[in-house]
């Protein structure tokens, strides 16, 4: 079945660590793939977008994310995170019926 | 521009009542869509409308819930015979298209079911 998996429920860094948070797919083709952050008292938005092409994408406030056929995964990544990243973020794909199906979250909290 | 905006922001209602939520999308955008938020459940799909098509309602968990789209632009989500597991945000997203994937998400309405 499709689907998308955030292992990590809560991940704690440390302001100006790097940032890693893992999203692994279960999808057939190449699968159209998003990352959106909801900040507290915010609505989602859209940080960045997989759609095919060049594996390597580029996303507002300073993140990006990779497309690894091999590893069945689009990890989001930040070199150096600021306070004001805590925020949950949410991988999600395209489903078969052009639905936009969203994993169950991992919630940033960042050390001082 | 205005974003989506959604009515009301927090509803606190008595079991066996019945709600409306209300979704106003971007202006000019064909797609809207309507996801539950419940605590560490993530975004979980509703119900879907694209320009004049029939909405998809896949994601409707039970009847009570049904959704309609007036004119193309403002949606209400009605939820009859309310109960405690309906307590959750209820999020509303519009698109551009139906190709353009893009969503733009309003703040969200805060039910409560007492």
């Known amino acids: 079945a499709q689907s998308v998996t955030q292992p990590d429920i809560h991940i704690t860094v440390s302001e100006g660590a790097s940032l890693e948070l893992r999203c692994n797919y279960s999808y057939g083709a190449t699968p159209y793939l998003f990352w959106y952050v909801q900040s507290p008292g915010q609505g989602l938005q859209l940080l960045l977008k997989y759609f095919s092409g060049d594996t390597l994408v580029q996303g507002i406030k300073g993140f990006e994310a990779e497309f690894k056929r091999s590893q069945s995964s689009f990890n989001l990544r930040k070199p150096s995170v600021h306070w004001s990243d805590a925020a949950e973020y949410f991988c999600?794909?395209?489903?078969?019926?052009?639905?936009?199906?969203f994993g169950k979250g991992t919630r940033l909290h960042i050390l001082p | 521009g205005a974003g989506v905006s959604q009515s009301p922001s927090n509803k606190v209602t008595e079991k066996g009542k019945d709600v409306e939520l209300r979704c106003d999308p971007i202006s000019g955008h064909t797609a809207l869509y309507w996801y539950r938020q419940s605590l560490g459940q993530g975004l979980e799909f509703l119900i879907y409308f694209q320009g004049n098509s029939a909405p998809d309602k896949s994601g409707l968990p039970s009847d009570r819930f049904s959704a309609e789209r007036t004119g193309g632009s403002v949606s209400t989500l009605t939820i009859q015979r309310t109960q405690q597991e309906d307590s959750a945000v209820y999020l509303c997203?519009?698109?551009?298209?139906?190709?353009?994937?893009?969503?733009?998400f309003g703040p969200g309405t805060r039910l409560t079911v007492t």
């Open positions: 999600a794909y395209l489903n078969r019926d052009d639905k936009i199906i």
């Open positions: 997203a519009s698109s551009l298209d139906r190709a353009s994937y893009e969503q733009y």
